[in-house]
DNA sequence: AATGAATGAGGTTTCATTCAT
DNA sequence: AATGAATGAAACCTCATTCAT
């Protein structure tokens, strides 16, 4: 039965290292995480090996929730209205809090290798929130899943540079917004723009 | 006047800081820095009496070598081209290497407040550039200097992490410009769109 | 209750690294005060936050161990007597080992702040020595406890430059000594004996 | 002709470092007191070719200064006034500065080595005041001039500890000039005090 | 003879991880 | 299963000394 307590702290550990990572960078102290879960620096190690373990997992935990908004979006609301919402959700949440990524990717740790094994597939949730979208007219046709998380990423990015200005944040999700919209561009400047 | 010797160093510094931060991230200690210059530990403290103080120097000599760009395209190009070139070229040297602004940001500094001094002002010829577009009709009318180098710094992150598809990053970039272009957006899905 | 461990670890710390300061100087690399004690640095530093900090514990030790002394004395002994044992003991334990004073007098921390929080007040036994002992007629009126301990820490300091020879370092103490029990002076040479 | 200038220049630098050693501890880096000096480290390793050895410089400068004071007196004033009058003069200007002294022992240079070759010998002017004093019988008769400078040593420490008290350092020297005025005491609580 | 940039050993401190209790 | 003290590699930085100019 002590299998109850391991579990809250599991939790607990995940919840307060979201928080802790969130506030103060991925560069916080194990024991200090530990300590704002009011556990010893054992049991965190204990549930967690290493520190990029807790990473991992942290991020994981994020996306899982993630994909559960997507399933229910992608259930309950009509094909234009759910991509663009989703894609707000996430950015407006800041969603994927780029120091995670940033610190796996120093780790050595590929994003979307840990995203892989998430149920459902984040990534697949994407593409069928994108295709229907297009399907239905709402978005450009030439854009791929991969563009989209792209973009996610750049927007939380660049909110979290200019975490002061709501403003700024807001306008800069709209243009991108703007340009899923229209139809592919013809020679911008240099003829770069066009997909390949 | 050894000073000779002296500018080399920094120099070679500067330009071997620059490659080994965009290679390994910049969690490498400073004596690799310095290893791979060629020179002391001591000498780079020397140079760049903290970490810190290197990380802002790499961070400021990039910018200074984008301001010099943007006077050549200010004065030669027409005014919507000169912004979107100017906007392609930052983004297509992944220009701000978003690790750097991470780390600065970390470390308490403000990317914003490192930029403001720079020789001819960075941060103003953007807004010239942009300035112009707007009055050509070139890009929409609702957004400001610090919408702008917020795209860019979120577009730099995700070809960070899309580093490995050309193609990608060129379509998000395409998007984001295509974005610009249009008019302010009425009630998308939300009505969140419009700017207050 | 790793407790029991921990209580050893600081205690022999605290024992060792007062060997060693008084050997070497208090320029001692940390590393070495570790290996002596048998522990890591990290068992060093997780009991001292600070190099500071050690010097600091150290001399606290040796001051509380010394005010236990003078406890015991203000108990037992008559008052004239009580005072000169004291006065002598501490000396001849070279008791306050001015390299400890100085290095903290260095490092911005004055010894009387770090004496005035001592258990059951050093200082405050010193001046019950000092006022028993001139009610009691054995030491002149005119002198303050901070006139004791300026002469204290200077007997040890003589006692330290002078270490090898024992009987200077005795003679030194009874001129002291007698200087403490005659009548203020008047006019040695230029008059500036007598207090203000 | 250059020797002018090399001369003003080790004149510039004993002067400085002993100001500087005062103010703030042997433990300045030499650079600064090159730079307070006005010339480059090298210059002042020119000179000095250790810190230790400019350390021993100042020292001996200091002491050569005093051995000739010393003299004069010797020369000028009577016996028992001559001696107190230097004694004083010692203290007051916290004439030897314990930290050097400490330094150079901490460097494992014996003070009195270094002492050895100055001009006129500065300890044998000691021992010249001191016996004439005690032959006027100013000075009690049972000591040695060891045992004066470990007093001088001593209640320069003093000094040092409680420069921001004058009342106290002048009282401290006070009480040692009546202490050696007085005769040889018999048994002071444990007969310690008469010289063996 | 003077300069000050370069050197690099070495000092203090941090922190992920292990392990005795 | 949990705790938190212990560990020690490694990070950052300082400074006496050397050496090219």
Redesign the pocket.
């Known amino acids: 039965m002590?299998?109850a307590?391991?579990r809250?702290?599991r939790a607990k550990l995940l919840e307060v290292a979201e928080q802790v990572f969130k506030e103060r960078g991925t560069?916080?102290?194990?024991?200090?995480i530990?300590?704002a879960a009011?556990?010893?620096?054992?049991?965190?190690?204990?549930?967690?090996?290493?520190?990029?373990?807790?990473l991992e997992a942290v991020f994981l935990n994020r996306m899982e929730r993630l994909a559960e908004r997507a399933e229910r979006l992608i259930a309950d609301e009509e094909p234009g209205s759910a991509f663009f919402t989703f894609f707000l959700m996430l950015v407006e949440q800041s969603a994927m809090k780029n120091v995670l990524a940033a610190a796996l990717a120093e780790a050595g740790i590929n994003a979307k290798d840990v995203t892989a094994g998430i149920r459902g597939g984040f990534r697949g949730h994407i593409a069928t929130l994108l295709e229907r979208a297009q399907q239905a007219g709402a978005v450009r046709g030439d854009i791929g899943v991969d563009d989209v998380i792209a973009l996610l990423l750049g927007l939380a990015a660049a909110g979290e540079q200019t975490e002061l200005d709501a403003a700024v944040a807001r306008r800069t999700v709209d243009i991108v917004l703007a340009g899923l919209k229209v139809a592919p561009q013809k020679d911008l400047t240099t003829g770069l723009a066009s997909p390949s």
Not at 38 to 54: C, D, I, N, S
């Open positions: 002590v299998r307590d391991a809250r702290n560069d916080v102290p194990t024991e200090e530990a300590r009011g556990v010893g620096v054992g049991t965190l190690f204990r549930h967690f090996p290493t520190k990029e373990a807790l």
